[in-house]
């Protein structure tokens, strides 16, 4: 009989209330995601997301840019740090900083985020206003593979939300969310499984260049 394969290592990294991290660990409770979760940081102190890590046995570290003069000591310290838990995959969860293009390209490939909109729409902050402003039809939440430009990397599997006319920012931030908890742990599963690869400067799923995000519209399963 041969062994089963470790799970990948997996840090997280975080800026705030870590419900997308928490999905994570219950995906990992529940036997749905085979993630080693070696720990989590932070960029900011104090905030539920560091909570949630310890409450699950997870070791969680700040590295706190708001009172250091030195944003590229600080940018250092961060590398170091991933350096020391050695991760296969670096995973962005509501992390709220650009980090520094050669800490991505080092882990180019086998970091990914979830942004919430439908990219290429909507990058950087405030998209639940902007997509409600826009008039959009539609919003939602993409997971991607993290390149040095923001929110710009090939993205990976989406979720899809209609926008109603009773929608508000409140609304809309609550169902794009509830479908980040069901795309995000289920990418980085197609990821640890093998299915999801970086190969040849892209990503490729199931043998095959992904040209494209797999979409999936609220009230649908996640394939
Ligand atoms: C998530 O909804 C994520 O899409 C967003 O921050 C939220 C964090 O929530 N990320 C970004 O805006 C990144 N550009 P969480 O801390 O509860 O997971």
Redesign the pocket.
Known sequence: MTARPAAPRAVVL??????????MIDAVAGGELSLQLAGVVSDRPG???LDRARAAGIGAWTIDYRTSPDRAACDAQLGATLARLAPDVVV?????RILPAALVDHYRGRMF????SLLPKF???D?YRRALAAGERWHG?TVHFVIPAL?AGPAVLQYRVAITGDDTEDTL?GR??RG?YLIYPRALQWFAGGRLAWRDGGPWLDGAPLGAPVVVDEGHPVP
Do not use: C, I, K, Y
């Open positions: 975080v800026s705030g209330g870590g419900t997308n991290l928490q999905a905030v539920r997301a962005l969860a509501g992390f709220m985020n979830v942004h919430p990058p950087g902050l998209t939440s929110d931030r794009v969310q980040e």
